[in-house]
């Protein structure tokens, strides 16, 4: 499955990027496909090991903020692998053709 998920740290002011890159920190160290871009961060794989890292990220933000808002948005498709890529690819081969 793929995984898009935003988590935002509230009260701890306008910067919230040095507290933001504790989840995509967390995210990385999973091991699992991820990418990381300027509204969400994207991770793959099964159901309970991505919610699990999701979980982390939110606790390790909620380490650094007292409260914690996130999003999140799930593509289940059993038997698809490596969707994190190929989706995109599927994409810019369309775009390509045009």
């Known amino acids: 499955m793929l995984v898009a998920f935003s988590i935002t740290p509230l009260g701890v002011g306008e910067d919230v990027g040095e507290v933001v ?7 990385r160290a999973s091991g699992l496909p991820n990418q990381t871009d300027a509204m969400f961060t994207t991770i793959e794989g099964e159901w309970d090991e991505v919610m699990a890292v999701i979980k982390q990220a939110v606790d390790a933000v909620a380490e650094r903020a007292p409260r914690v808002g996130f999003v999140i948005k799930a593509d289940m498709r059993p038997g698809v692998t490596n969707g994190l890529t190929s989706k995109v690819e599927t994409v810019e081969r369309y775009l390509a053709d045009t």
């Open 21 to 27: 890159s504790e989840a995509v920190r967390v995210v």
